[in-house]
């Protein structure tokens, strides 16, 4: 049996060993609760997957899986080729160091400035030297619009600036994979244009694999590879960015995006 | 009421009796040090994987926050010895005693500011590969420090006014002062209202010191 499952996984076709994300039947439960009933999907290297669907259809939860922040009851999530679901408490957290993830609510550490928010990880993770992290936050600062906010605490900061750190944050890990969780549905509507224009500029410059859950359709439409729509913890339809957004097959989908058209 | 004040002797004893704060300051300070120190190791075990540390802090909050101050002191200074042959000065003694009490109360102080880190603060310090004893160093104690500062000062006020009661191990702090010199000159009121006033101010200066720590706090949570 053992060898039967090596044998498969060597002689597999060569898309599905490619694939950068590779989940697979992957259920999860909330006590008697269930979140995701059986997903599976891949996402190719350099990808830009966007996820949509109604509160509580386990996007977001699906996303924190891919991470590891949550565990799943069954099934297999695999970044890189290495396994999420299976993986030590160690080897989580060496699959994270190439893994940025973007919260809903930003989550920065109150108690350091923008620029500290920044170098923490990689001083203390990464074992980069003050100085250099300093160089890397300053620059990353610059890039997401913030170099003048270094030296300020998250709680002086807009919703949409501290989006941005966040981003940087993120950014600064040198990740080859970023989770966005709803990144701008916490932010009023001048802010959100901010922060989409930083994702974008981000996905310009490293052209990194990207999995965003967002209702954002001008941005998924835009940046987007490839649109999925969840609901019941299900794929309900999958489809090329443009397609999906332009010609949904499914009723169900029909109705979503009218929905957050209305919004 | 037919008592004639002569708060005269406290001219003659005062310095005496105040000497007696240097005993309670020396017997308290290290007391609030180990118990401090103490408090945040029982409290970050507390939230430990594993059941033995998580058991152990229980056990030990439970069995020192129970103890009477008088009946751990006693033990230690008198009971001890008869145990293990080695016998502690008084000072020793209040200070072990009054570190066990203060380390359960501390506990208790930083377990209640560590949980009420959210938990979100865990999750984006994990998404950025920090292993659970790093979110605790760099992320939530960090945090819960400034939280706990107020209830903290509390526990440490405890453990000042629980030096009052080395004097039942003849720790020459202020009570036992005001204890000598009452019997000597039956001026009980003149000499106990001089200690009253003696803690009363040791105490509110530390009170201030520990406000003036709390303004250093420069952040906001969010």
């Known amino acids: 049996m053992a060898t039967d499952l090596i044998a498969t996984a060597a002689t597999a076709p060569a898309a599905e060993r490619q694939a950068f994300i590779r989940i697979r039947d992957v259920r999860k439960s909330y006590g008697a609760v269930p979140v995701l009933n059986g997903i599976s999907l891949d996402v190719a290297e350099g990808e830009v997957l966007v996820l949509c669907g109604p509160s509580g259809c386990g996007k977001s939860t699906l996303l924190r899986c891919i991470n590891g922040l949550e565990t799943i009851n069954s099934g ?27 919260f809903q609510n930003f989550n920065l550490f109150p108690h350091m400035t923008a620029l500290q928010n920044i170098t923490i990880a990689p001083v203390k993770i990464l074992g980069l030297s003050q100085r250099d992290a300093t160089d890397r936050g300053r620059q990353l600062l610059e890039r997401v619009g913030m170099a003048e906010k270094a030296d300020v605490f998250p ?20 990740p080859t994979l970023m989770l966005f969780d709803e990144p701008t549905s916490a932010l009023d509507p001048e802010m959100r244009e901010e922060v989409l224009q930083v994702i974008r500029q981000v996905h310009h410059d490293h052209g990194m694999t990207m999995v965003v859950v967002t209702h954002e359709i001008g941005f998924a439409r835009n940046v987007g590879s490839r649109a999925m729509l969840l609901d019941g913890g299900e794929i309900v339809e999958e489809a090329p960015a443009r397609t999906f957004f332009a010609s949904p097959t499914h009723e169900r989908t029909r109705r979503f995006l009218r929905a957050i058209v209305n919004e | 009421m037919n008592y004639t004040f002569q708060f005269g002797v406290l001219n003659d004893y005062g310095p005496y009796l105040a000497g007696g704060l240097w005993h309670a300051w020396w017997t308290s300070f290290p007391a609030i040090i180990f118990s401090t120190v103490l408090g945040v190791a029982l409290a970050a075990m507390s939230m430990s994987r594993l059941w033995i540390a998580r058991g152990a802090s229980v056990v030990f909050v439970d069995l020192f926050r129970t103890l009477p101050v008088v009946v751990l002191l006693i033990w230690i200074h008198y009971v001890m010895p008869i145990l293990t042959g080695v016998s502690l000065s008084p000072t020793m003694s209040s200070v072990i005693a ?47 420090f400034f939280a706990t500062l107020p209830s903290l000062t509390n526990v440490h006020i405890t453990v000042i006014k629980n030096v009052t009661v080395t004097v039942l191990i003849a720790v020459p702090e202020v009570m036992f002062r005001a204890q000598e010199l009452t019997v000597q000159f039956f001026r009980p009121l003149e000499f106990y209202t001089g200690a009253a006033v003696l803690y009363v101010a040791l105490i509110w200066g530390y009170t201030i010191l520990m406000r003036m720590l709390e303004r250093l706090q420069k952040w906001q949570p969010i």
């Open chain 2, 98 to 144: 009054l570190s066990l009490n203060g380390a359960a109360l501390a506990c208790e102080a930083f377990r209640g500011g560590l949980e009420a880190i959210p938990q979100t603060q865990v999750q984006a310090a994990q998404s950025l590969g920090f292993s659970r004893w790093k979110v605790m160093r760099y992320i939530t104690l960090p945090q819960a």
């Open chain 1, 76 to 102: 297999d999530i695999a970044v890189d080729g290495r396994s999420v679901s299976a993986a030590r408490t160690d080897e989580l957290q060496k699959i994270r160091l190439s893994t940025g993830f973007v």
């Open chain 1, 155 to 174: 709680f002086q900061l807009s919703g949409g600036q501290r989006q941005r750190v966040a981003i940087a944050r993120a950014l600064a890990m040198e």
